[in-house]
């Protein structure tokens, strides 16, 4: 059996391990439960990890059932692994698995015959994250999308005696949705056009005219659905509120990966199906993908800093990058895509971790907001706020974490092509950083004066209904233990050379529409050409650490200013009250009424969204 012939078994093993939970949980007890799917989703991570180091050495395809094309066309299900997408499936499996430990004994007991609910969810979510990284199939990739939206969306809800997670849920369930009627309308379009499903396929079809309104329309309508699923701005707003209500395990998975998958989508999406003849122009592409990102990056990190909610910080967090993700894609060059793609798993592990403590406090005190928990968790200092802030330094991008080095990789190529981006990447992670470590200081230390209420309109976070029913008992271990883990992987991102030099040739495999044509059989072998230069390995580099430790610096400076700067000469003090007011007046407070949680109002986002995407692929056509 060959290695390509194994890339189903990554889609069928959670999707078997969560029939088996399903039934077990009406014979086993909760112990046995947790025991049988960590072990199955541990098998999963075996699996797939033994299936990425044989991508680095060539791509992966299997067409299943043997249903290969004939002529350049054919209706089989493709599925192709090459180092970005196996690396995706990978992370997805260490976070299930990360999740899986955590709730061992995060929830109160459940009813009998349902021990295995959860678990089962976890699993068939795991499934449609890992079947969308595989396939070469637009149409299943929809499939695939949908059936990780439709878990994620009971999953949100899970809750069911709260009503808040239902509201969560109903609003992420129907944007999400409306979002795949157009991905579906795309896919329908293309369908019509060329005949086929197949990502390769399309894109050889599409090559046989020029780019014209409906090749525009389909690419924006499919593309439309996949940056809602990665809560690109002005698709983002659903993304706090589903956060706010989930329970934590969810979440660590759904700023962990699912976003990401949404970036992820978009950019391979481009690269097989419309960076040929007759699809996207490169610089129509680049130019709209890169505005969206730095707009979503620089938006997010700024509503994350007026948050008190700390798991809507933490999503505001996700979302701004989110947005650095999409700029170092839409760079649409092989650095861009391989320090992207260290940036998604360093963050990975640093923001699972973050939800992970934000659990812990929840746990603990029933509360997530930041001014209600001023000094509270002074008793959690030495574990829990140790590594809160850590996750902060880490999602500020210092060194040697491998946030650190996905985002010094990813502003080189960035500097490249403008010579202003960095400047985005090293503004956005500070605040971010900075939102964190405040928060760490202040929960966990009590530091800086006792907050205020403030008059604006923002989400508190206090009388939060309790995880679990016993909020007074010793914090579990594994609640300590898994963000431990994640921290320490995110770390050996940044530290380990063997784990980063397997990338180097992710990002021009990734770019190299004819290596993937021909890997799926449907263009003739490619020889390597004589003399070709050695990839320059992902590593550090002096100006990437500069830049880590700047981006470090400014995080500890503004955090150092939010709680101590009232404190400040009474000159000092009354200058940036007066600058923090008008700019509350002017930005903030506008910002907050966008963010309104209305149905409707999210809606009419995503409506605008794609009229206003239309409206620059068509300037470009």
């Known amino acids: 059996m060959t290695a390509g012939q194994l890339l189903p078994l990554a889609v069928a093993v959670p999707l078997l391990g969560a029939v088996v939970l399903a039934v077990a949980g009406r014979l086993l007890p909760r112990l046995g439960c947790d025991i049988l799917a960590t072990a199955w989703a541990l098998g999963d991570v ?37 180092p970005v997408g196996v690396g995706l499936a990978l992370l997805t499996a260490i976070l299930i698995l990360a999740a899986l430990l955590y709730s061992w004994r995060y929830y109160e007991e459940p009813p009998a015959g349902h021990r295995g609910t959860f678990p089962a969810l976890i699993l068939l979510f795991e499934a449609g994250m890992c079947g969308f990284a595989l396939t070469g199939d637009l149409f299943n990739a929809f499939v695939f999308f ?96 589903a956060h706010a209500v989930a329970p934590t395990p969810v979440c660590m998975l759904l700023s962990g990966v699912m976003v990401e998958l949404g970036v992820y989508g978009a950019a391979r999406l481009y690269w097989t199906v419309f960076s040929g003849p007759g699809g996207i122009p490169a ?50 060059d092989p650095p861009g895509v391989t320090g992207t793609a260290l940036y998604v798993a360093g963050h990975a592990g640093a923001k699972a971790a973050l939800f992970a403590l934000t659990g812990v406090l929840l746990d603990r005190y029933g509360s997530v907001d930041e001014h209600g928990l001023y000094g509270r968790a002074r008793e959690l200092r030495r574990g829990a706020g140790i590594m809160f802030g850590l996750g902060g330094l880490a999602v500020a991008g210092l060194p040697p974490f491998g946030t650190g080095l996905g985002k010094a990789l990813s502003e080189h190529a960035a500097g490249d092509f403008l010579g202003w981006l960095p400047a985005v990447y090293i503004l956005t992670s500070a605040i971010t950083g900075a939102t964190v470590l405040r928060t760490a200081a202040r929960v966990f230390a009590g530091a800086g004066a006792p907050p ?122 009354h200058r940036l009250r007066s600058v923090a007011a008008a700019g509350t007046r002017r930005l903030i407070l506008p910002l907050r ?29």
């Open 283 to 332: 610089d129509a592409a680049r130019d709209v993908l890169l505005t969206m990102g730095v707009v979503t990056a620089l938006l997010g990190a700024l509503m994350c800093w007026q948050q008190r909610h700390i798991k809507r910080m933490l999503a505001f967090s996700t979302i701004s990058h989110v947005g650095l993700f999409l700029v170092g894609l839409a760079l649409l």
């Open 452 to 573: 205020h209420d403030s008059t604006g309109a923002q989400t508190r976070g206090d009388h939060e209904e309790p995880e679990v029913r016993d909020p007074e008992r010793p914090v579990p271990m594994p609640m300590l233990a898994v963000p431990a883990l994640l921290l320490a992987g995110s770390l050996a991102i940044g530290l380990l050379p063997s784990l980063t030099s397997s990338l180097s040739r992710a990002g021009d495999l990734f770019t190299n529409r004819a290596a993937y044509l021909s890997a799926a059989g449907l263009a003739p072998p490619l020889s390597p050409p004589d003399g070709e230069p050695p990839l320059p390995p992902a590593a550090w580099t002096g100006q990437g650490i500069a830049l880590g430790l700047l981006s470090a610096v400014l995080a500890a400076g503004l955090a150092s200013a939010a709680l101590w700067g009232p404190g400040a000469p009474w000159h000092v003090a």
């Open 46 to 82: 075996a699996l797939l990890a033994a299936l990425w180091h044989r991508s680095s050495q060539d791509t992966l395809v299997n067409w299943v059932g043997n249903w290969r094309p004939s002529g350049g066309e054919g209706v089989g299900i493709v599925l192709v692994g090459d």
């Open 593 to 621: 009424r966008l963010h309104s949680g209305r149905l409707g109002d999210n809606a009419a986002w995503l409506a605008a969204g794609v009229a206003a995407l239309l409206s620059a692929f068509t300037a470009f056509r």
């Open 146 to 241: 949908e059936l990780m939206g439709a878990v994620a969306y009971a999953l949100t809800g899970y809750h069911v005696e709260d009503p808040r997670p239902l509201q969560g849920a109903l609003t992420f369930g129907i944007v999400n949705s409306l979002a795949a009627y157009c991905s579906l309308m795309g896919i329908a379009l293309l369908y019509a056009d060329t005949g086929e499903l197949g990502m390769a396929q399309i894109g050889q079809h599409l090559a046989g005219h020029t780019t014209d309104a409906l090749v525009v329309a389909a690419f924006v309508l499919v593309l439309t659905g996949l940056l809602v699923k990665g809560a690109t701005t002005p698709f983002h707003f659903w993304l706090p509120d």
